[in-house]
């Protein structure tokens, strides 16, 4: 039988959504509390594939496609080998989490999952939540969906980051399965910032993407040529077979998502401002997110406290503002961040656990001028 209220509703049941309800069910103190989750897809099909850095043995270590302890940065002017101890670089099929997910939810016998399109939230003691199969009402929803407004938004800077992927298999063993390539930039679409990116998981199978920081997305047919062009330079790859396809477009952007917040309705995922603006990395920002949330309650706390540190959004503005204005310098930008820093001290830096001087240190390495000018263009408008 389906409760009358629920103490919580997530609706979305994607990495944010299942990542929230997960770090709830592994808490003792969620165990008295009724949890409703819906989504108008069954999320059974592998639609992502989630790539992230961690220290050590994580929650989802178990899931792994694959990962790597060594990476690789190419640029027309650098080959930086990347060695990412005490990290590792994951790999995560979506398929994989939403099975073991939906698994350990259906064995939770306070855990509802309904699929259903949620048409409509309406505030008042609780919040009525419309979906096309009835009302349902919970004390508070976590909504993974985004406002409309960020669609039309005029004041905030949004770069896409846009990529098509191919999962290749090859007649010959062309791949090294012990490195990932985190970036190359050796070919890319001219004016932008794109770069490939290349996850071997054995000698004959890798996942190879084209990905671009771009404020506009490009034909399809552009992603295909440059795939094309990249494979044909392997060193005897003869010929490949491509086993599956997957594109997608993640917004970075400082759209104040905050904002969207509510007494009773706390915005998750993309929606949320889950989505690193400066890097497009998701999925641990989730795993993150969802456990500041998880303490915010138990501390007697709105869910949305603390969740953002606004100094790195300072930097995550002028990132996006060269990246927006400056496209083209992309390569050297990049070049130069993993050429002067250590890969670690990047990621520290990416995840905001660094102190101000060593953010100082990182920012400094950086060319100046594009950044001089982005702040000139973001702060000092006549």
Not at 231 to 256: F, H, K, Q, R, V
């Amino acid at each position: 039988m389906i409760p009358k209220l629920f103490d919580f509703a997530i609706v979305g049941t994607g990495a944010a959504g299942l990542q929230l309800a997960l770090t709830m069910l592994e808490d003792s103190f969620f165990q008295d509390k009724q949890v409703l989750l819906i989504d108008k897809d069954a999320k059974v099909n592998n639609d992502h594939t989630w790539c992230y850095w961690e220290k050590g043995i994580g929650r989802y270590d178990h899931l792994l496609y694959k990962s790597w302890e060594k990476g690789l940065f190419l640029s027309s002017t650098a080959q930086i080998e990347l060695n990412l101890k005490p990290y590792r670089y994951k790999m995560l099929r979506s398929g994989d989490f939403y099975a073991y997910a939906k698994q350990k939810i259906e064995s939770a016998t306070n855990f509802t999952r309904i699929q259903a399109e949620v048409l409509h939230l309406k505030e008042g003691e609780n919040v009525q939540v419309e979906t096309g199969i009835g009302v349902f009402s919970a004390r508070h929803v976590f909504d993974s969906r985004i406002d409309p407004a960020f669609a039309t938004d005029k004041k905030s800077t949004k770069i896409l980051q846009h990529f098509k992927g191919w999962m290749i298999e090859s007649v010959e063993p062309v791949f090294h399965p012990d490195q990932f390539v985190m970036m190359d930039y050796r070919l890319r679409k001219a004016g932008t910032s794109s770069f490939i990116y290349v996850l071997p998981s054995t000698p004959y199978r890798a996942l190879v993407e084209f990905t671009l920081f771009t404020p506009d997305l490009i034909r399809e047919e552009e992603y295909d040529e440059i795939l094309k062009k990249y494979l044909s330079a392997i060193p005897g790859i003869g010929n490949y077979t491509i086993t599956e396809t997957e594109m997608g477009i993640i917004p970075m952007s400082d759209y104040p998502f905050h904002k969207q917040h509510t007494q009773r309705i706390t915005k998750i995922g993309t929606a949320g401002g889950w989505v690193k603006p400066s890097s497009g990395y998701s999925f641990y920002n989730g795993k993150k997110f969802a456990e500041r949330i998880v303490a915010a309650i138990k501390g007697g706390h709105s869910p949305s406290f603390t969740l953002t540190k606004p100094r790195f959004r300072f930097y995550d503005r002028i990132f996006l503002d060269v990246l927006f204005h400056q496209n083209e310098r992309g390569e050297e930008i990049f070049t130069s961040m993993y050429s002067k820093n250590k890969v670690t001290d990047i990621f520290r830096f990416l995840d905001e656990e660094t102190s101000l001087w060593e953010e100082l240190r990182i920012i400094n390495r950086f060319p100046h001028a594009p950044f001089l000018r982005a702040v000139k263009n973001r702060y000092f408008r006549l």
